[in-house]
Protein backbone atom coordinates (compact mmCIF):
# COMPACT_ATOMS: atom_id res chain seq x y z
CA UNK A 1 0.00 0.00 0.00
CA UNK A 2 1.65 3.30 -0.97
CA UNK A 3 2.00 5.76 1.58
CA UNK A 4 -0.15 8.90 1.42
CA UNK A 5 1.74 11.85 0.12
CA UNK A 6 2.23 14.72 2.73
CA UNK A 7 1.55 18.26 1.07
CA UNK A 8 2.40 21.36 3.23
CA UNK A 9 -0.55 23.92 2.96
CA UNK A 10 -0.44 26.24 5.93
CA UNK A 11 0.51 27.52 8.77
CA UNK A 12 -1.22 27.68 11.99
CA UNK A 13 -0.51 31.49 13.20
CA UNK A 14 -1.26 30.46 17.33
CA UNK A 15 1.16 27.81 17.27
CA UNK A 16 3.53 28.91 15.18
CA UNK A 17 4.40 25.75 13.54
CA UNK A 18 3.36 23.79 9.98
CA UNK A 19 0.97 21.61 9.75
CA UNK A 20 -0.10 19.48 6.67
CA UNK A 21 -2.78 18.16 4.36
CA UNK A 22 -2.91 14.17 3.43
CA UNK A 23 -4.19 13.77 -0.15
CA UNK A 24 -7.45 11.76 0.38
CA UNK A 25 -7.18 12.45 3.56
CA UNK A 26 -8.68 14.46 6.16
CA UNK A 27 -6.42 17.17 7.57
CA UNK A 28 -5.60 17.21 11.23
CA UNK A 29 -4.85 20.27 13.43
CA UNK A 30 -5.44 21.48 16.88
CA UNK A 31 -9.44 22.38 17.43
CA UNK A 32 -10.48 25.91 17.17
CA UNK A 33 -7.10 28.15 16.04
CA UNK A 34 -7.33 30.43 12.94
CA UNK A 35 -5.72 28.81 10.15
CA UNK A 36 -4.77 30.50 7.09
CA UNK A 37 -4.85 27.84 3.75
CA UNK A 38 -2.91 29.54 0.85
CA UNK A 39 -3.23 27.77 -2.98
CA UNK A 40 -6.83 25.99 -2.45
CA UNK A 41 -9.21 26.82 -4.83
CA UNK A 42 -11.92 25.38 -4.15
CA UNK A 43 -10.78 23.45 -1.51
CA UNK A 44 -9.55 20.97 -4.56
CA UNK A 45 -5.61 20.54 -5.86
CA UNK A 46 -4.78 19.19 -9.46
CA UNK A 47 -8.59 17.42 -9.48
CA UNK A 48 -8.15 15.99 -6.08
CA UNK A 49 -10.85 17.01 -3.44
CA UNK A 50 -9.41 18.06 0.11
CA UNK A 51 -11.34 17.33 3.39
CA UNK A 52 -10.97 19.52 6.68
CA UNK A 53 -12.05 18.17 9.34
CA UNK A 54 -11.12 18.77 13.64
CA UNK A 55 -12.18 22.47 13.24
CA UNK A 56 -14.82 24.89 15.16
CA UNK A 57 -15.09 27.84 17.12
CA UNK A 58 -13.79 28.38 20.67
CA UNK A 59 -13.10 32.07 22.06
CA UNK A 60 -13.40 34.05 18.98
CA UNK A 61 -11.09 31.41 17.16
CA UNK A 62 -12.15 30.01 13.62
CA UNK A 63 -10.64 28.63 10.94
CA UNK A 64 -10.22 30.61 7.84
CA UNK A 65 -9.53 29.28 4.09
CA UNK A 66 -8.35 32.37 2.34
CA UNK A 67 -9.86 32.20 -1.24
CA UNK A 68 -13.06 30.31 -0.19
CA UNK A 69 -15.90 32.08 0.17
CA UNK A 70 -18.07 29.00 1.30
CA UNK A 71 -15.57 28.90 4.46
CA UNK A 72 -14.62 32.47 5.49
CA UNK A 73 -16.76 33.77 8.22
CA UNK A 74 -17.72 37.58 7.06
CA UNK A 75 -18.32 40.22 9.53
CA UNK A 76 -21.87 40.25 9.58
CA UNK A 77 -21.48 37.06 10.66
CA UNK A 78 -19.05 37.58 13.60
CA UNK A 79 -21.11 41.10 14.43
CA UNK A 80 -24.23 38.33 14.89
CA UNK A 81 -22.65 35.89 16.97
CA UNK A 82 -21.23 38.89 19.36
CA UNK A 83 -24.92 40.41 19.54
CA UNK A 84 -26.39 37.07 20.79
CA UNK A 85 -23.48 36.58 23.55
CA UNK A 86 -23.76 39.89 24.63
CA UNK A 87 -27.40 39.38 24.66
CA UNK A 88 -27.06 35.94 26.98
CA UNK A 89 -27.45 37.64 30.69
CA UNK A 90 -30.14 39.53 29.41
CA UNK A 91 -32.10 36.81 28.59
CA UNK A 92 -31.46 35.15 31.63
CA UNK A 93 -32.72 38.10 33.35
CA UNK A 94 -36.12 38.57 31.70
CA UNK A 95 -36.85 35.00 31.41
CA UNK A 96 -39.90 33.48 33.27
CA UNK A 97 -40.77 37.66 33.87
CA UNK A 98 -43.94 39.16 33.65
CA UNK A 99 -44.15 42.42 31.69
CA UNK A 100 -47.45 44.53 30.90
CA UNK A 101 -47.19 46.57 27.78
CA UNK A 102 -49.40 49.76 27.09
CA UNK A 103 -49.79 50.27 23.36
CA UNK A 104 -50.76 54.09 23.07
CA UNK A 105 -53.73 54.24 20.49
CA UNK A 106 -51.19 56.59 18.24
CA UNK A 107 -48.84 53.35 17.73
CA UNK A 108 -51.81 51.08 17.52
CA UNK A 109 -52.92 53.36 14.38
CA UNK A 110 -49.55 53.52 13.26
CA UNK A 111 -47.83 50.89 10.52
CA UNK A 112 -45.24 50.30 13.40
CA UNK A 113 -47.70 48.29 15.24
CA UNK A 114 -46.64 45.21 12.92
CA UNK A 115 -42.85 45.42 14.29
CA UNK A 116 -43.57 46.13 17.74
CA UNK A 117 -45.85 42.75 17.95
CA UNK A 118 -42.78 40.85 16.18
CA UNK A 119 -40.45 41.79 18.33
CA UNK A 120 -43.23 41.31 21.43
CA UNK A 121 -43.87 37.31 19.71
CA UNK A 122 -39.69 36.95 19.97
CA UNK A 123 -39.56 37.97 23.29
CA UNK A 124 -42.17 35.82 24.45
CA UNK A 125 -40.59 32.88 22.53
CA UNK A 126 -37.46 33.75 25.08
CA UNK A 127 -39.85 32.84 28.17
CA UNK A 128 -41.62 36.37 28.88
CA UNK A 129 -44.94 37.02 29.49
CA UNK A 130 -46.73 39.23 28.18
CA UNK A 131 -49.75 41.46 28.67
CA UNK A 132 -50.91 44.01 26.00
CA UNK A 133 -52.95 47.15 26.67
CA UNK A 134 -53.87 48.46 23.17
CA UNK A 135 -55.10 51.64 23.16
CA UNK A 136 -58.31 52.55 21.21
CA UNK A 137 -59.10 56.61 21.21
CA UNK A 138 -57.81 56.89 18.14
CA UNK A 139 -59.91 54.23 16.32
CA UNK A 140 -62.81 55.47 18.34
CA UNK A 141 -62.52 59.03 17.71
CA UNK A 142 -62.39 58.25 13.71
CA UNK A 143 -65.12 56.17 14.07
CA UNK A 144 -67.22 58.80 15.27
CA UNK A 145 -66.00 61.08 12.95
CA UNK A 146 -66.87 58.91 9.97
CA UNK A 147 -70.45 58.46 11.29
CA UNK A 148 -71.28 62.25 11.55
CA UNK A 149 -70.82 62.24 15.37
CA UNK A 150 -68.44 64.16 17.61
CA UNK A 151 -66.05 63.15 20.15
CA UNK A 152 -67.50 64.13 23.58
CA UNK A 153 -64.80 65.16 26.49
CA UNK A 154 -65.11 66.83 29.90
CA UNK A 155 -61.51 67.36 31.15
CA UNK A 156 -59.30 64.43 31.12
CA UNK A 157 -62.29 61.62 30.31
CA UNK A 158 -65.00 61.11 27.38
CA UNK A 159 -68.60 61.14 27.35
CA UNK A 160 -69.55 57.61 26.55
CA UNK A 161 -73.00 57.39 25.15
CA UNK A 162 -74.51 55.07 23.01
CA UNK A 163 -72.73 55.70 19.80
CA UNK A 164 -69.15 56.84 21.49
CA UNK A 165 -69.82 52.98 23.26
CA UNK A 166 -70.76 51.26 19.95
CA UNK A 167 -67.56 52.53 18.22
CA UNK A 168 -65.41 51.51 21.37
CA UNK A 169 -66.54 48.20 20.99
CA UNK A 170 -66.00 48.23 17.55
CA UNK A 171 -62.45 49.56 17.71
CA UNK A 172 -62.05 47.18 20.68
CA UNK A 173 -62.68 44.16 18.93
CA UNK A 174 -60.86 45.27 15.33
CA UNK A 175 -58.13 45.66 17.15
CA UNK A 176 -57.80 42.50 19.13
CA UNK A 177 -58.54 40.73 16.00
CA UNK A 178 -55.85 42.93 14.16
CA UNK A 179 -53.12 42.30 16.76
CA UNK A 180 -54.39 38.04 16.87
CA UNK A 181 -53.54 37.98 12.88
CA UNK A 182 -50.64 39.64 13.73
CA UNK A 183 -49.28 37.19 16.36
CA UNK A 184 -49.93 34.49 14.18
CA UNK A 185 -47.77 33.67 12.09
CA UNK A 186 -45.32 31.01 12.56
CA UNK A 187 -41.73 30.46 12.07
CA UNK A 188 -40.61 30.41 8.21
CA UNK A 189 -40.60 26.77 6.05
CA UNK A 190 -37.51 27.99 4.97
CA UNK A 191 -35.61 27.94 8.63
CA UNK A 192 -38.02 25.13 9.47
CA UNK A 193 -36.87 22.82 6.92
CA UNK A 194 -33.21 24.06 7.18
CA UNK A 195 -33.27 22.25 10.77
CA UNK A 196 -35.21 19.45 9.81
CA UNK A 197 -38.37 19.86 11.79
CA UNK A 198 -41.08 19.49 9.37
CA UNK A 199 -43.44 18.44 12.28
CA UNK A 200 -43.87 22.38 12.98
CA UNK A 201 -44.14 23.53 9.32
CA UNK A 202 -48.18 24.88 10.35
CA UNK A 203 -47.85 25.85 13.65
CA UNK A 204 -49.53 29.31 14.94
CA UNK A 205 -46.84 31.73 16.03
CA UNK A 206 -48.09 32.89 19.48
CA UNK A 207 -51.12 31.23 21.37
CA UNK A 208 -53.24 34.56 22.21
CA UNK A 209 -56.02 35.17 24.98
CA UNK A 210 -58.21 37.18 25.66
CA UNK A 211 -61.81 37.54 27.80
CA UNK A 212 -63.58 39.54 30.72
CA UNK A 213 -60.85 39.63 32.87
CA UNK A 214 -61.66 43.27 33.46
CA UNK A 215 -64.45 44.12 36.13
CA UNK A 216 -65.60 47.75 35.94
CA UNK A 217 -68.18 50.35 37.34
CA UNK A 218 -69.55 53.01 36.16
CA UNK A 219 -68.42 56.12 36.58
CA UNK A 220 -71.45 58.11 37.31
CA UNK A 221 -72.55 61.35 37.51
CA UNK A 222 -69.61 64.08 38.62
CA UNK A 223 -70.09 67.59 39.17
CA UNK A 224 -73.64 67.12 37.25
CA UNK A 225 -71.72 66.05 34.39
CA UNK A 226 -73.30 62.11 33.03
CA UNK A 227 -70.35 60.02 31.77
CA UNK A 228 -72.59 57.38 30.29
CA UNK A 229 -70.59 54.27 29.78
CA UNK A 230 -67.19 55.37 30.69
CA UNK A 231 -66.05 52.64 33.56
CA UNK A 232 -63.70 52.86 36.62
CA UNK A 233 -61.44 49.57 37.17
CA UNK A 234 -62.77 47.99 40.08
CA UNK A 235 -60.69 44.56 39.35
CA UNK A 236 -58.45 42.29 37.31
CA UNK A 237 -59.19 38.82 37.51
CA UNK A 238 -55.70 37.62 37.92
CA UNK A 239 -56.21 33.54 38.78
CA UNK A 240 -57.59 33.17 35.17
CA UNK A 241 -55.24 35.79 33.93
CA UNK A 242 -51.85 33.72 35.44
CA UNK A 243 -53.55 30.65 34.21
CA UNK A 244 -53.31 31.65 30.40
CA UNK A 245 -49.74 33.75 30.75
CA UNK A 246 -48.43 30.08 32.53
CA UNK A 247 -49.44 28.11 29.62
CA UNK A 248 -48.00 30.62 27.24
CA UNK A 249 -50.64 32.74 26.02
CA UNK A 250 -49.67 36.08 25.37
CA UNK A 251 -53.27 38.19 26.87
CA UNK A 252 -54.82 40.65 25.17
CA UNK A 253 -56.15 43.00 28.01
CA UNK A 254 -58.78 45.35 25.95
CA UNK A 255 -59.70 48.72 28.03
CA UNK A 256 -63.60 47.94 28.11
CA UNK A 257 -64.77 46.46 31.48
CA UNK A 258 -67.92 44.59 32.49
CA UNK A 259 -70.12 45.57 35.41
CA UNK A 260 -71.64 43.15 38.06
CA UNK A 261 -75.08 44.08 35.89
CA UNK A 262 -74.13 42.63 33.20
CA UNK A 263 -72.59 46.27 31.20
CA UNK A 264 -69.75 46.82 28.91
CA UNK A 265 -67.88 50.03 29.80
CA UNK A 266 -65.43 52.09 28.32
CA UNK A 267 -62.30 52.47 30.47
CA UNK A 268 -59.50 54.35 30.18
CA UNK A 269 -56.35 52.14 29.22
CA UNK A 270 -53.66 53.56 31.00
CA UNK A 271 -55.92 53.01 34.31
CA UNK A 272 -56.57 49.46 33.00
CA UNK A 273 -52.66 48.98 32.43
CA UNK A 274 -51.87 50.78 36.02
CA UNK A 275 -54.53 48.29 37.52
CA UNK A 276 -53.26 45.14 35.75
CA UNK A 277 -49.83 45.44 36.17
CA UNK A 278 -50.55 46.29 40.37
CA UNK A 279 -52.93 43.21 40.33
CA UNK A 280 -50.54 40.48 38.81
CA UNK A 281 -47.37 42.14 39.93
CA UNK A 282 -45.64 42.45 36.91
CA UNK A 283 -41.91 43.13 37.14
CA UNK A 284 -42.34 45.85 34.45
CA UNK A 285 -44.83 48.29 33.17
CA UNK A 286 -43.83 49.60 29.57
CA UNK A 287 -45.36 52.10 27.87
CA UNK A 288 -44.87 52.34 24.28
CA UNK A 289 -45.90 56.15 23.03
CA UNK A 290 -45.18 58.09 19.59
CA UNK A 291 -42.75 60.11 21.03
CA UNK A 292 -39.60 60.10 23.66
CA UNK A 293 -39.60 61.53 27.13
CA UNK A 294 -36.94 65.20 26.55
CA UNK A 295 -35.73 67.54 29.28
CA UNK A 296 -35.79 70.82 29.09
CA UNK A 297 -32.84 70.82 26.49
CA UNK A 298 -34.75 68.55 24.07
CA UNK A 299 -32.15 65.53 25.24
CA UNK A 300 -33.76 62.11 25.79
CA UNK A 301 -33.87 60.89 29.75
CA UNK A 302 -32.72 57.85 30.21
CA UNK A 303 -33.36 57.41 33.88
CA UNK A 304 -35.22 58.59 36.68
CA UNK A 305 -35.66 57.40 40.43
CA UNK A 306 -39.37 57.45 41.54
CA UNK A 307 -38.19 60.57 43.80
CA UNK A 308 -37.08 62.34 40.69
CA UNK A 309 -40.51 61.51 38.60
CA UNK A 310 -42.31 62.38 41.90
CA UNK A 311 -40.29 65.68 42.44
CA UNK A 312 -40.34 66.84 38.58
CA UNK A 313 -44.62 66.18 37.82
CA UNK A 314 -44.90 68.13 41.15
CA UNK A 315 -42.73 71.11 40.02
CA UNK A 316 -45.36 71.01 37.22
CA UNK A 317 -48.26 70.83 39.33
CA UNK A 318 -49.26 74.86 38.85
CA UNK A 319 -48.88 74.05 35.64
CA UNK A 320 -50.61 71.07 34.74
CA UNK A 321 -54.05 69.64 35.44
CA UNK A 322 -52.44 66.09 35.01
CA UNK A 323 -49.62 66.91 38.02
CA UNK A 324 -51.94 68.33 40.14
CA UNK A 325 -54.41 65.34 40.22
CA UNK A 326 -51.10 62.84 40.51
CA UNK A 327 -50.57 65.56 43.72
CA UNK A 328 -53.72 65.35 45.08
CA UNK A 329 -54.23 61.82 44.57
CA UNK A 330 -50.48 60.64 46.15
CA UNK A 331 -50.81 63.07 48.97
CA UNK A 332 -48.46 66.44 49.67
CA UNK A 333 -45.63 63.64 51.04
CA UNK A 334 -42.36 64.74 48.49
CA UNK A 335 -40.18 61.11 48.26
CA UNK A 336 -36.60 63.29 48.40
CA UNK A 337 -37.57 64.24 51.79
CA UNK A 338 -38.27 60.82 53.63
CA UNK A 339 -35.39 58.18 54.46
CA UNK A 340 -34.83 55.80 52.09
CA UNK A 341 -37.08 52.83 53.99
CA UNK A 342 -39.51 55.37 55.46
CA UNK A 343 -43.10 53.84 55.04
CA UNK A 344 -42.09 50.86 53.10
CA UNK A 345 -43.89 47.57 53.84
CA UNK A 346 -41.95 44.84 51.68
CA UNK A 347 -44.60 42.84 50.07
CA UNK A 348 -44.42 39.45 47.83
CA UNK A 349 -46.19 39.62 44.43
CA UNK A 350 -47.87 37.26 42.18
CA UNK A 351 -44.99 36.72 40.11
CA UNK A 352 -43.00 35.75 43.25
CA UNK A 353 -40.58 38.21 43.94
CA UNK A 354 -40.49 40.83 46.85
CA UNK A 355 -41.13 44.47 45.86
CA UNK A 356 -41.55 46.82 47.75
CA UNK A 357 -44.65 49.05 48.20
CA UNK A 358 -44.62 52.70 49.04
CA UNK A 359 -47.09 54.18 51.48
CA UNK A 360 -50.74 52.79 51.10
CA UNK A 361 -51.43 50.04 48.02
CA UNK A 362 -52.60 52.07 45.37
CA UNK A 363 -55.11 49.76 43.70
CA UNK A 364 -57.14 46.80 45.91
CA UNK A 365 -57.85 43.77 43.77
CA UNK A 366 -61.81 43.96 44.04
CA UNK A 367 -62.32 47.54 45.52
CA UNK A 368 -60.41 49.31 42.69
CA UNK A 369 -58.59 52.51 43.17
CA UNK A 370 -58.56 54.85 46.29
CA UNK A 371 -60.16 52.32 48.16
CA UNK A 372 -63.36 52.25 45.74
CA UNK A 373 -63.50 55.45 45.17
CA UNK A 374 -61.08 55.39 42.08
CA UNK A 375 -58.88 57.69 40.37
CA UNK A 376 -61.29 59.63 38.42
CA UNK A 377 -63.24 60.94 41.03
CA UNK A 378 -63.48 64.07 42.58
CA UNK A 379 -60.54 63.49 44.99
CA UNK A 380 -58.52 60.91 42.06
CA UNK A 381 -56.15 61.41 39.23
CA UNK A 382 -56.83 60.22 35.96
CA UNK A 383 -53.90 58.33 34.85
CA UNK A 384 -53.22 59.03 31.13
CA UNK A 385 -56.60 60.61 30.82
CA UNK A 386 -55.36 63.21 28.59
CA UNK A 387 -54.02 60.25 26.67
CA UNK A 388 -54.99 61.94 23.27
CA UNK A 389 -52.60 64.32 23.86
CA UNK A 390 -49.98 63.09 25.22
CA UNK A 391 -47.42 64.50 22.98
CA UNK A 392 -48.16 67.94 23.12
CA UNK A 393 -48.29 67.65 27.32
CA UNK A 394 -44.89 66.47 27.24
CA UNK A 395 -45.88 63.22 28.11
CA UNK A 396 -46.52 63.96 31.55
CA UNK A 397 -49.60 61.29 31.92
CA UNK A 398 -46.98 58.46 31.46
CA UNK A 399 -44.73 59.91 33.69
CA UNK A 400 -47.60 60.24 36.34
CA UNK A 401 -48.13 56.56 35.47
CA UNK A 402 -44.40 55.70 36.21
CA UNK A 403 -44.90 56.97 39.24
CA UNK A 404 -48.19 55.46 40.32
CA UNK A 405 -47.39 52.39 39.54
CA UNK A 406 -43.54 52.15 41.36
CA UNK A 407 -45.08 53.54 44.53
CA UNK A 408 -47.43 50.35 44.40
CA UNK A 409 -44.49 48.19 44.24
CA UNK A 410 -43.69 48.00 40.34
CA UNK A 411 -39.75 48.32 40.37
CA UNK A 412 -39.24 49.03 36.48
CA UNK A 413 -41.72 51.17 34.22
CA UNK A 414 -39.99 52.04 30.87
CA UNK A 415 -41.21 54.62 28.63
CA UNK A 416 -40.12 54.23 24.98
CA UNK A 417 -40.65 55.89 21.52
CA UNK A 418 -42.42 53.53 19.58
CA UNK A 419 -42.02 55.30 16.18
CA UNK A 420 -38.04 54.21 17.07
CA UNK A 421 -37.57 50.78 15.39
CA UNK A 422 -36.85 47.65 17.83
CA UNK A 423 -36.68 50.13 20.41
CA UNK A 424 -38.18 47.22 22.34
CA UNK A 425 -35.87 45.25 21.99
CA UNK A 426 -33.12 47.79 22.49
CA UNK A 427 -34.16 48.58 26.05
CA UNK A 428 -34.19 45.11 26.95
CA UNK A 429 -31.18 44.52 25.83
CA UNK A 430 -28.92 46.98 25.73
CA UNK A 431 -27.34 48.01 29.14
CA UNK A 432 -28.32 51.71 28.68
CA UNK A 433 -31.22 51.23 26.99
CA UNK A 434 -33.18 53.00 24.36
CA UNK A 435 -35.99 54.87 26.23
CA UNK A 436 -36.69 56.49 29.78
CA UNK A 437 -36.31 54.32 32.73
CA UNK A 438 -38.29 55.12 36.02
CA UNK A 439 -37.43 52.43 38.92
CA UNK A 440 -38.60 52.77 42.31
CA UNK A 441 -35.03 51.02 43.58
CA UNK A 442 -31.94 51.60 41.65
CA UNK A 443 -29.92 53.87 43.06
CA UNK A 444 -32.51 54.33 45.73
CA UNK A 445 -30.54 55.99 48.62
CA UNK A 446 -27.78 56.77 46.76
CA UNK A 447 -26.37 60.36 46.56
CA UNK A 448 -22.83 62.44 46.26
CA UNK A 449 -21.65 62.74 49.76
CA UNK A 450 -21.71 66.41 52.02
CA UNK A 451 -19.34 67.00 54.86
CA UNK A 452 -21.81 65.99 57.61
CA UNK A 453 -21.32 62.38 56.07
CA UNK A 454 -17.22 62.30 56.75
CA UNK A 455 -18.43 60.31 60.12
CA UNK A 456 -20.26 57.46 57.99
CA UNK A 457 -17.72 57.41 55.69
CA UNK A 458 -15.18 56.85 58.40
CA UNK A 459 -17.04 54.22 60.05
CA UNK A 460 -17.88 52.13 56.78
CA UNK A 461 -13.99 52.08 55.45
CA UNK A 462 -12.46 51.47 58.84
CA UNK A 463 -12.65 47.87 59.12
CA UNK A 464 -11.45 47.40 55.40
CA UNK A 465 -8.50 49.35 56.10
CA UNK A 466 -7.79 47.99 59.16
CA UNK A 467 -7.77 44.49 57.43
CA UNK A 468 -5.33 46.03 54.84
CA UNK A 469 -7.70 45.72 52.14
CA UNK A 470 -8.36 50.21 51.60
CA UNK A 471 -5.21 52.52 52.12
CA UNK A 472 -5.66 54.34 55.49
CA UNK A 473 -6.71 58.08 55.00
CA UNK A 474 -6.47 60.94 57.53
CA UNK A 475 -9.40 63.26 58.23
CA UNK A 476 -8.05 65.89 56.22
CA UNK A 477 -7.67 63.69 53.35
CA UNK A 478 -11.11 62.36 53.30
CA UNK A 479 -12.45 66.68 53.84
CA UNK A 480 -10.33 67.37 50.61
CA UNK A 481 -12.47 64.33 48.49
CA UNK A 482 -15.77 64.25 50.13
CA UNK A 483 -17.56 65.48 47.02
CA UNK A 484 -16.23 63.01 45.33
CA UNK A 485 -17.65 60.53 47.30
CA UNK A 486 -20.84 58.71 46.51
CA UNK A 487 -23.10 57.23 49.48
CA UNK A 488 -26.11 55.20 49.99
CA UNK A 489 -28.25 56.38 52.47
CA UNK A 490 -30.73 54.22 54.45
CA UNK A 491 -33.29 55.82 57.37
CA UNK A 492 -30.47 58.96 58.06
CA UNK A 493 -27.35 56.07 58.00
CA UNK A 494 -24.60 55.62 55.38
CA UNK A 495 -24.22 51.96 54.68
CA UNK A 496 -22.04 52.17 51.42
CA UNK A 497 -19.76 54.92 50.11
CA UNK A 498 -17.05 54.82 47.03
CA UNK A 499 -15.06 57.67 45.97
CA UNK A 500 -14.37 58.59 41.91
CA UNK A 501 -11.09 60.40 41.19
CA UNK A 502 -11.13 61.72 38.24
CA UNK A 503 -7.77 62.46 35.85
CA UNK A 504 -9.40 64.57 32.92
CA UNK A 505 -6.44 65.04 30.52
CA UNK A 506 -6.16 61.22 30.19
CA UNK A 507 -9.94 60.79 30.19
CA UNK A 508 -10.36 58.50 32.87
CA UNK A 509 -11.34 57.94 36.68
CA UNK A 510 -10.39 55.89 39.41
CA UNK A 511 -12.51 54.10 41.39
CA UNK A 512 -11.39 53.96 45.29
CA UNK A 513 -12.34 53.72 48.51
CA UNK A 514 -15.66 51.05 47.59
CA UNK A 515 -17.05 49.80 51.32
CA UNK A 516 -20.52 47.95 52.23
CA UNK A 517 -21.35 48.04 55.87
CA UNK A 518 -20.90 44.46 56.84
CA UNK A 519 -24.77 44.06 57.96
CA UNK A 520 -25.54 45.33 54.62
CA UNK A 521 -23.54 42.95 52.52
CA UNK A 522 -24.93 40.59 49.68
CA UNK A 523 -27.66 43.21 49.33
CA UNK A 524 -26.82 44.79 46.06
CA UNK A 525 -25.44 47.68 47.36
CA UNK A 526 -22.07 47.61 45.92
CA UNK A 527 -23.28 46.96 42.38
CA UNK A 528 -25.46 49.95 42.77
CA UNK A 529 -22.58 51.93 43.81
CA UNK A 530 -20.43 50.86 41.13
CA UNK A 531 -23.16 51.32 38.43
CA UNK A 532 -23.81 54.90 39.72
CA UNK A 533 -20.35 55.71 39.25
CA UNK A 534 -19.81 54.40 36.09
CA UNK A 535 -22.82 56.80 35.09
CA UNK A 536 -20.96 59.71 36.92
CA UNK A 537 -17.96 59.04 34.71
CA UNK A 538 -19.49 58.89 31.43
CA UNK A 539 -21.57 61.99 32.58
CA UNK A 540 -18.33 64.07 33.00
CA UNK A 541 -16.51 63.04 29.75
CA UNK A 542 -14.70 59.95 30.85
CA UNK A 543 -14.03 56.96 28.64
CA UNK A 544 -12.07 54.72 31.11
CA UNK A 545 -12.03 53.54 34.88
CA UNK A 546 -8.94 51.71 36.55
CA UNK A 547 -8.80 50.56 39.56
CA UNK A 548 -5.70 49.21 42.21
CA UNK A 549 -7.04 46.22 44.39
CA UNK A 550 -4.81 43.29 46.56
CA UNK A 551 -7.75 41.26 47.89
CA UNK A 552 -11.10 42.04 45.51
CA UNK A 553 -10.15 41.69 42.04
CA UNK A 554 -12.25 38.46 41.33
CA UNK A 555 -15.53 40.63 42.27
CA UNK A 556 -13.95 43.18 39.86
CA UNK A 557 -13.43 41.64 37.22
CA UNK A 558 -16.90 39.81 37.34
CA UNK A 559 -18.27 43.12 36.70
CA UNK A 560 -16.26 43.93 33.51
CA UNK A 561 -12.94 45.18 34.76
CA UNK A 562 -9.63 43.45 32.85
CA UNK A 563 -6.27 43.26 34.62
CA UNK A 564 -3.82 46.12 32.85
CA UNK A 565 -0.46 47.17 33.49
CA UNK A 566 0.91 50.11 36.25
CA UNK A 567 1.83 51.47 32.94
CA UNK A 568 -1.60 51.83 31.72
CA UNK A 569 -2.58 54.26 34.86
CA UNK A 570 -2.22 58.34 34.51
CA UNK A 571 1.40 59.32 35.49
CA UNK A 572 0.10 61.46 38.39
CA UNK A 573 -1.57 58.98 39.93
CA UNK A 574 1.76 56.48 39.14
CA UNK A 575 3.70 58.78 41.09
CA UNK A 576 1.58 58.09 44.06
CA UNK A 577 1.57 54.71 44.27
CA UNK A 578 2.51 52.62 47.55
CA UNK A 579 4.51 49.86 45.60
CA UNK A 580 5.10 47.63 48.36
CA UNK A 581 1.61 46.96 49.10
CA UNK A 582 1.93 45.05 45.29
CA UNK A 583 -1.30 45.87 44.23
CA UNK A 584 -3.46 44.40 41.01
CA UNK A 585 -4.49 47.27 38.75
CA UNK A 586 -7.99 46.65 36.66
CA UNK A 587 -9.87 48.69 33.85
CA UNK A 588 -12.78 49.09 32.56
CA UNK A 589 -13.82 51.12 29.48
CA UNK A 590 -17.33 53.02 29.79
CA UNK A 591 -20.42 53.35 27.52
CA UNK A 592 -20.82 56.68 26.13
CA UNK A 593 -22.27 59.35 28.07
CA UNK A 594 -26.23 58.87 28.08
CA UNK A 595 -27.70 62.12 29.47
CA UNK A 596 -28.39 60.36 32.89
CA UNK A 597 -29.21 62.86 35.73
CA UNK A 598 -27.62 63.15 38.98
CA UNK A 599 -29.26 65.08 41.63
Known sequence: MATARTIPLFFLQNQSKFCSWDQGKSSSFSYGYRANISGVNGLRNNGKRWRVSGCGWDDGGEVRIDGCENYDVSDDDRKFVEVLREAHPYIQLHRGSTFVVVLSGEIVASPRLGSLLKDIAFLHHLGIKFVIVPGTHMQIDKLLTERGHEPKYVGRYRITDNESLKAATEAAGGIRLMMEAKL??????????????????????????SGNFLAAKRRGVVEGVDYGATGEVKKVDVVRMRERLDAGCIVILSNLGYSSSGEVLNCNTYEVATACALAIGADKLICIMDGPILDESGRLVRFLTLQEADMLIRERAKQSEIAANYVEAVGDEDLTRLGCNDSIAVIPSQSGRVTSQMYNPTFQNGVGFDNGNGLSGEQGFAIGGQERQSRSNGYLSELAVAAFVCRGGVQRVHLLDGTTGGVLLLE???????????????YEGTRMAKVTDLYGIKQIIQPLVEAGTLVRRTDEELLKTIDLFAVVEREGQIIACAALLPFFREKCGEVAAIAVSPECRGQGQGDKLLDYIEKKASSLGLEMLFL??????????????????????????????????????YMKKLLPDKEWNYY
Not at 429 to 438: I, Y
Open 548 to 585: LTTRTADWFVRRGFQECTIDMIPGERRKKINLSRRSKY
Open 428 to 442: LFKRDGMGTMVASDL
Open 184 to 209: SPGPSICNVRRHGDSSRWHEVGVSVA
